[in-house]
Structures are given as C-alpha cells and as structure tokens.
C-alpha cells in the first residue's frame, strides 16, 4: 500500500512529526518545513496528495499553494491544515 505518496508541510515539527508517523504507517511520506522546501521538493518529485499548513514562515501555504499551480508542479489535491480554529 505505499505505492501512495504524500508531502507534509508543516513548520512546526511536532505536528509535521505527527502527520508524519500517522501517515508512514500506510503510505510513503516526505515533509517540507515551510513553502519554500516543498517547491524545491516538487520540482524533482511528483506525490498524490499534499498536506499544507497555511501559516509559515518564508512562504505561507497559501502563497506556496498558488505558485504550485501557476506554475504546474503537481496536479494532485492540496488540503490544508492549520492549528488554529478561528
């Protein structure tokens, strides 16, 4: 089953770690600690899924999430994920 893989966003390592042991369980997963590494990561990697938090340092996920698209580095669904409930 871990022919699925999936690219964690996250700036906060205990979240990011968190995703990142759930997840490794059943699929193959990478994690970028802000906007900025998961483009560099895109650019050599295709995934089937991305989990982006929204608010992080140097580029914001949804800044990263537009640059993804303009510029056509991954097709596959971005969900976001955020800490904060407001």
Request: glycine content about 2%; some cysteine; overall charge negative.
């Amino acid at each position: 089953m871990k022919s699925k893989s999936i690219l964690i966003v996250d700036d906060n390592d205990l979240n990011r770690k968190l995703f990142e042991n759930l997840i490794s369980q059943s699929w193959y997963c990478e994690t970028a600690r802000n906007g900025l590494e998961a483009l560099e990561k895109l650019k050599y990697q295709s995934f089937d899924l991305i989990l982006m938090d929204i608010q992080m340092p140097e580029l914001d996920g949804i800044s990263a999430m537009k640059l993804i698209r303009s510029h056509e580095l991954a097709d596959c669904p971005i969900i976001a994920i955020t800490a904060y409930a407001d």
